[in-house]
């Protein structure tokens, strides 16, 4: 008999006081002034009676490092009797949010970690993990997958590599009512741009508020998909709060009708048990050029920089590619002065599963022709690539992004053959997950 599906979820606000950096953007300056919209942690805790299953923590960050990754898988965990290694924590990546969570993220990045910051987060994320047993309960799980071109594209040209699709993992109570969404879509949250000083969860948090209304407050909770070379960039039409409105409500909008339309009797069920497999993989880190190298670089992409921004608007598209590649070659000299990590970086690969569906999680901005690669090379019916997730390790750029020298191909810690590397670990981890074997 199949074993019944078990629900606990809760949200809770993380938003920081005013004051603190928010983390994201080279080209910003000064502190946060206050609160736009509030930053939140969506706690949904998937199980059977028999088994832990497994708690998705996904925060409204910039990113979460293997610091605070510990920090709170740990305390988490304890705070619900399981083990720390059935909880994911994710970051939706927004650039509206706090520095001090996990301070510098790469060698090439000033930045500095507040451990006063932490520790209240950490401390709200607990709080909300404790309430988690007395809420927990039987639900029936729905799957749902749509397509929507209006979030994002690729962010260096509108026909390249892009997954428009989202998953949502649907969760109602037995009495039909709503109880938790846990979704996912590729693209930065980068609609506010550097010159914003106040919190903000960007599009995704847009998108979870629209579906509260649409959808009937049900906990919605934000996985970031493989968004390396993905954004508004060329989708957008403004760079404020009303534009991440526009966007949000465009995904909430597509998720909401893709539910409608499915209805109840007719969209594929999901049972239990929900299946976590743990891996790592050891990958070398690059060799970075040297310095007289590294700033012969920096100095001609500035030049190009300069040279389109005297063409064009602050804006425009061809000045961000610009600015972005000076920006990644600055990065690279601050690395060739400095010293840059040497051997092989842990990467924590983790398989989750409910029936056909599964959720491939890694600590990368990996590019949308790599996440297509591991779904497309999946066993599993459904397959959603999360990045982001349990650490952080930057930029994973595919053979066109290194052969047409971008930003991400600069800054990546990692050498071009890393990406293969890694989409055939995760397709060694899909199979051997569906066939039982781990």
């Known amino acids: 008999m199949t074993?019944?599906?078990?629900?606990?979820?809760?949200?809770?606000?993380?938003?920081?006081?005013?004051?603190?950096?928010?983390?994201?953007?080279?080209?910003?300056?000064?502190v946060a002034t206050g609160t736009h919209d509030d930053l939140e942690a969506s706690l949904i805790w998937l199980s059977t009676e028999d088994d832990p299953g497994v708690l998705w923590v996904a925060l409204d960050a910039l990113a979460v490092d293997a610091g605070l990754t510990?920090?709170?898988?740990?305390?988490?965990?304890?705070?619900?009797?399981?083990?720390?290694?059935?909880?994911?924590?994710?970051?939706?990546?927004?650039?509206?949010?706090?520095?001090?969570?996990?301070?510098?993220?790469?060698?090439?990045?000033?930045?500095?970690?507040?451990?006063?910051?932490?520790?209240?987060?950490?401390?709200?994320?607990?709080?909300?993990?404790?309430?988690?047993?007395?809420?927990?309960g039987r639900v029936r799980a729905r799957w749902h997958a749509g397509s929507t071109e209006a979030v994002g594209s690729n962010r260096y040209r509108p026909d390249g590599p892009h997954d428009t699709s989202f998953g949502v993992l649907e969760l109602r109570r037995d009495d039909g009512s709503p109880a938790a969404?846990?979704?996912?879509?590729?693209?930065?949250?980068?609609?506010?741009?550097?010159?914003?000083?106040?919190?903000?969860?960007?599009?995704?948090?847009?998108?979870?508020?629209?579906?509260?209304?649409?959808?009937?407050?049900?906990?919605?909770?934000?996985?970031?998909?493989?968004?390396?070379?993905?954004?508004?960039?060329?989708?957008?039409?403004?760079?404020?709060?009303?534009?991440?409105?526009?966007?949000?409500?465009?995904?909430?909008?597509?998720?909401?009708?893709?539910?409608?339309?499915?209805?109840?009797?007719s969209s594929p069920s999901a049972t239990g048990p929900v299946r976590v497999t743990r891996s790592t993989l050891h990958l070398p880190y690059r060799d970075v050029p040297s310095l007289e190298d590294s700033v012969e670089l920096r100095e001609a992409a500035e030049a190009e920089w300069q040279r389109e921004l005297a063409g064009h608007g602050e804006?425009?598209?061809?000045?961000?590619?610009?600015?972005?590649?000076?920006?990644?070659?600055?990065?690279?000299?601050?690395?060739?002065?400095?010293?840059?990590?040497?051997?092989?970086?842990?990467?924590?690969?983790?398989?989750?599963?409910?029936?056909?569906?599964?959720?491939?999680?890694?600590?990368?901005?990996l590019f949308a022709s790599l996440g297509l690669r591991i779904r497309q090379g999946s066993p599993f019916r459904h397959t959603r690539v999360i990045g982001y997730t349990d650490g952080y390790l930057g930029y994973l750029p595919d053979a066109e992004g290194h052969r047409d020298g971008i930003y991400e191909a600069y800054v990546t810690l990692f050498r071009p053959e890393a990406a293969d590397v890694l989409v055939e670990h995760c397709l060694r981890q899909l199979r051997a997950h569906h066939l039982g074997r781990c």
């Not at 990590?341 to 398989?351: F, K, L, M, N, S």
């Open 3 to 30: 074993a019944a599906l078990m629900l606990a979820a809760q949200d809770v606000r993380i938003t920081p006081g005013p004051g603190h950096p928010l983390g994201g953007y080279l080209a910003r300056h000064g």
């Open 70 to 136: 510990s920090t709170l898988a740990d305390a988490v965990a304890a705070a619900v009797g399981i083990g720390p290694e059935r909880v994911l924590v994710c970051a939706s990546h927004t650039h509206s949010g706090p520095e001090g969570w996990t301070g510098p993220l790469h060698p090439g990045l000033p930045g500095q970690r507040d451990p006063g910051l932490v520790g209240r987060m950490a401390e709200k994320v607990t709080g909300a993990a404790l309430r988690l047993r007395a809420c927990r």
């Open 181 to 265: 969404l846990l979704f996912d879509y590729a693209s930065h949250p980068t609609v506010l741009g550097p010159d914003n000083l106040t919190w903000s969860a960007d599009w995704p948090g847009a998108t979870r508020r629209e579906l509260a209304t649409l959808v009937g407050q049900p906990v919605a909770a934000f996985l970031q998909g493989a968004a390396g070379d993905a954004s508004s960039r060329f989708v957008r039409r403004g760079r404020n709060h009303e534009e991440v409105r526009t966007l949000g409500g465009r995904l909430a909008t597509s998720i909401a009708r893709t539910l409608a339309a499915a209805g109840a009797p």
């Open 315 to 365: 804006d425009h598209p061809a000045v961000r590619i610009a600015q972005t590649r000076y920006e990644g070659c600055a990065m690279l000299a601050v690395m060739a002065a400095s010293n840059p990590p040497t051997g092989c970086a842990e990467v924590p690969v983790t398989v989750v599963s409910l029936g056909e569906i599964a959720w491939l999680h890694t600590p990368f901005e």
